[in-house]
């Protein structure tokens, strides 16, 4: 599903990514684990065209996106939550969701005025999807209240469900459970299992060990921006490395 | 040559006017636009003084530059320090601090009048010395020498007070400005003083040359910003060569192109920055974020 | 009567434009200072053609929307690189350097000495209740400008515009390409506030460069927060408001010689009592 090759990030002489090379099956949860400063997230900015000036390859299905924009990437089929999760927090909830929506993707000023049935079509699809995705997590009262009255684990949530309408193959989830209760947890794991069901690929970075044991297929190791180790979590656990990375830190 | 000396002399007093620029932003992370304009009304100060008291140029200096400080510490405590505690995001105090330029803009219009008023050290028109075939006059001598010591007194505060080391570490790390036993809203005043100070003697400077005008708050603000962008933001450096690099490019650009254009060439060099080196000649590349 | 007429014509002539103003900073967030100098373009533009090549008032019309709208393309090239302050800045530079146009290309804008005697439309010579019709033809371009502005907030390119304006990167990852849809909204944006040059330079016939320095462009800026920034009715009431309260201050008999200077600083206390006390505005629905 996608490629990792040789993936090299420098900055101020810091070497944030080194020759990191790594692949991420298609259909499967995968971990990306590891201490803090890890590379974790650059690896997910890297993926995502936030951080352009990397050197090496990504391939997604075989087609490089290193170097691409986030949109491009995102129109190939990514899509990706954030770590102190961002909710745009002066629209609606409502808007919030269809906004990830292919629906509204290209639209022209054009079509708004000369093909405006057709343009209002497709956000009335999108906005019955919202509402449906709302009304399963029970956030359907809240879907025309702005953003910023959400509360976090509801903002969380709401991530998520972005992720769901964006209708995205492969998704990156950086620490979707963190500072959330344990109900709210349970809900959301059950949306990861969904899209699992429907034949998505997830990469999941999260620092709950016991979560990452129950959800992941498959975990990879990063340290220092390298890759340490890979496998089910039973055989990382033990790898020799990987207890170093932790316990050094 | 001559230019790039003119240009120098100018831009050391840009410096100046960007230093503190940096220094204030430096603390309180929001664009104060009626900077400049408080900087100007401490020249307006001395200028009124050396008229009508007859107070010799640096004395006058001073005491606008106290007068300065008053209204610049005011502007501070009555007014943004409520609004970042009410909240306010930093684009709300910058448009706020330009309602507040517009406001002293118009009593230095009032008090002063529209037009021009021209300041100079002497009332003699005093011959310019010759230096290796340059002519540097005792005006430009004057702002380059005034600009130097004011540089190095603001070093060696920063580097050996307390308080100095305070403003440098309140930046990026909260916490030492703890152990140094100091609040932050302690230092925000401090900064406010000194940075409004060194605008007004910087104000007063650069009257010598171009005269003293109410619309010189806004002028001097942009390069005061142009000079502290150029250099990175809250790098005392930075400012220093941003406002000189300023000076000689508007030197060049009005002996190239005419006065008419100063404007846009100071802009044109602040748009470029901007665009190809954001983080300014000294300051920390960042990874992203996404707020 | 005349001079409530003359009032309301001003206050509809800066609604258009301020309608512009918040198309782009409101909806769009991008805070510019520079829309005075697209009033100023649309302005010169307008006039000059219909001074020197007594072009008819609908082809000035154009051509102030299209210069305008080519000067925001062009100016939105370096300036959506940027956000924040930095956008503010360059931005507010631009309207310095647009006027050092007006001012120097003399060959065009005759300098500091302006245009004068510009034609307005042809319609309104012809009658004699002249200015009733020129105001007539400008609320009908309200209108319109209303009506469209509408449509395109309510429809998906809205929320897009919307979701934009809160964060850039996170409508990237969506899959919009961003900065397309902010060119677009700048360049309609400086559209609408061009055409409402053209009206001021063909109403009040006579223009020079400093009737649109950055002055101009804060006043836009301020009646837009003040109306309230996503709001349209608040466009409408801001520059309304803004140009009824100086004439107030006239009625008030402050002596001539500080009128002015009364004016400015009235508007730089509504600034902060706003920024303090009401961010948002009269109607506003977004809080920078």
């Not at chain 1, 609606?92 to 906004?99: C, G, K, M, Q, R």
């Not at chain 2, 709300?92 to 230095?108: C, D, K, P, R, T």
């Not at chain 3, 402050?254 to 961010?279: C, D, F, K, T, V």
Request: glycine share 10%.
């Amino acid at each position: 599903m996608l490629q990792l090759y040789q993936v090299h990030l420098s900055l101020g002489g810091l070497k944030i990514l080194q020759q990191l090379s790594l692949e991420i099956q298609e259909g499967k949860i995968t971990g990306l684990i590891g201490p803090n400063g890890a590379g974790k997230s650059t690896v997910f900015n890297v993926v995502t065209g936030l951080i352009p000036f990397a050197s090496g390859s990504v391939k997604l299905r075989g087609q490089e996106i290193l170097g691409a924009s986030p949109d491009q990437v995102s129109r190939l089929g990514l899509m990706r939550t954030f770590q102190d999760s961002v909710i745009l927090s002066q629209i609606t909830v409502l808007e919030n969701l269809i906004s990830a929506s292919p629906l509204l993707r290209d639209i022209s000023l054009a079509q708004v005025f000369f093909r405006s049935a057709q343009t209002r079509q497709r956000k009335a699809e999108a906005g019955a999807k919202a509402l449906e995705l709302l009304g399963r997590v029970g956030l359907e009262g809240k879907a025309n209240s702005l953003a910023k009255e959400l509360s976090y684990g509801q903002t969380k949530l709401v991530e998520i469900l972005k992720v769901m309408m964006s209708e995205a193959e492969l998704i990156f989830l950086d620490e979707p459970f963190s500072g959330l209760y344990p109900e709210m947890i349970k809900v959301i794991q059950s949306l990861i299992y969904e899209l699992v069901k429907k034949g998505k690929t997830i990469v999941l970075v999260e620092h709950n060990m016991k979560l990452i044991e129950e959800v992941c297929d498959r975990v990879i190791v990063l340290d220092f921006g390298e890759k340490i180790a890979e496998g089910t979590f039973a055989e990382v656990r033990k790898n020799k490395k990987v207890i170093e990375a932790y316990l050094g830190n | 040559m001559q230019i790039i000396l003119n240009g120098l002399i100018v831009g050391s007093a840009y410096a100046l006017m960007g230093i503190g620029f940096s220094l204030i932003y430096s603390t309180v992370r929001y664009f104060n636009l009626a900077y400049g304009m408080v900087a100007v009304i401490g020249a307006y100060v001395a200028y009124t003084l050396m008229n009508s008291w007859s107070l010799n140029y640096v004395i006058a200096m001073l005491a606008g530059a106290l007068v300065a400080v008053l209204i610049g510490m005011l502007s501070s405590s009555i007014l943004f320090k409520p609004m970042v505690r009410r909240g306010g995001s930093s684009l709300v105090i910058l448009v706020a601090s330009f309602g507040l330029l517009i406001i002293l803009q118009n009593i230095s219009a009032l008090i002063w009048q529209n037009t021009t008023r021209a300041l100079s050290i002497s009332d003699r028109i005093l011959p310019g010395y010759n230096l290796f075939g340059l002519i540097i006059t005792p005006n430009q001598l004057m702002i380059g020498a005034v600009a130097l010591l004011m540089m190095l007194i603001l070093e060696l505060f920063l580097k050996k007070t307390r308080y100095g080391m305070a403003i440098r570490a309140i930046g990026d790390n909260q916490e030492l400005t703890k152990v140094l036993g100091l609040k932050t809203e302690q230092i925000i005043l401090a900064v406010y003083v000194i940075g409004t100070f060194i605008s007004a003697i910087s104000a007063t400077l650069i009257a010598l040359e171009i005269g003293i005008r109410p619309t010189h708050g806004v002028t001097l603000v942009i390069k005061a910003i142009i000079a502290a962008i150029i250099g990175g933001l809250g790098s005392i450096r930075g400012a220093l060569l941003g406002g000189l690099l300023l000076g000689v490019a508007e030197n060049l650009g009005i002996y190239f192109l005419g006065g008419q254009w100063q404007d846009t060439v100071a802009f044109t060099l602040l748009a470029v920055f901007l665009l190809v080196r954001p983080e300014g000649l000294f300051a920390k590349k960042r990874l992203v974020s996404v707020n | 009567m005349d001079y409530l007429l003359h009032i309301a014509i001003l206050s509809s002539i800066y609604s258009l434009a301020v309608l512009g103003q918040n198309y782009a900073s409101g909806y769009t967030g991008l805070i510019s200072i520079n829309h005075g100098a697209f009033m100023g373009i649309g302005a010169y533009a307008g006039a000059i053609l219909l001074k020197w090549y007594g072009v008819p008032f609908p082809v000035a019309f154009l051509a102030a929307g299209a210069a305008t709208g080519l000067a925001a393309w062009l100016l939105s090239f370096p300036l959506l690189k940027l956000k924040g302050d930095s956008f503010v800045l360059v931005s507010f530079g631009f309207s310095f350097i647009a006027f050092n146009l007006f001012l120097n290309w003399r060959g065009l804008t005759n300098g500091a000495l302006g245009l004068k005697a510009i034609p307005g439309p042809e319609l309104v010579n012809l009658l004699d209740n002249t200015k009733i019709i020129f105001l007539a033809i400008l609320l009908a371009l309200i209108l319109i400008t209303l009506w469209g502005l509408h449509k395109i907030l309510q429809s998906s390119y809205g929320v897009v515009i919307r979701a934009t304006r809160e964060n850039q990167k996170v409508t990237q990852i969506a899959g919009h390409c961003t900065d397309s849809y902010r060119r677009s909204v700048f360049v309609l944006s400086g559209v609408i506030t061009g055409i409402a040059g053209l009206f001021l330079a063909s109403y009040i016939s006579t223009i020079d460069p400093t009737l649109f320095n950055y002055h101009l462009s804060v006043l836009l800026l301020i009646m837009a927060i003040l109306g309230g920034l996503a709001s349209l009715k608040g466009s409408i009431a801001g520059a309304t408001l803004l140009i009824v309260l100086p004439e107030l201050l006239r009625f008030l008999g402050l002596p001539n010689s500080i009128l002015a200077e009364s004016q400015q600083i009235s508007y730089g206390l509504i600034l902060i009592l706003l920024m303090y006390y009401r961010p948002v505005g009269l109607f506003g629905t977004y809080k920078i």
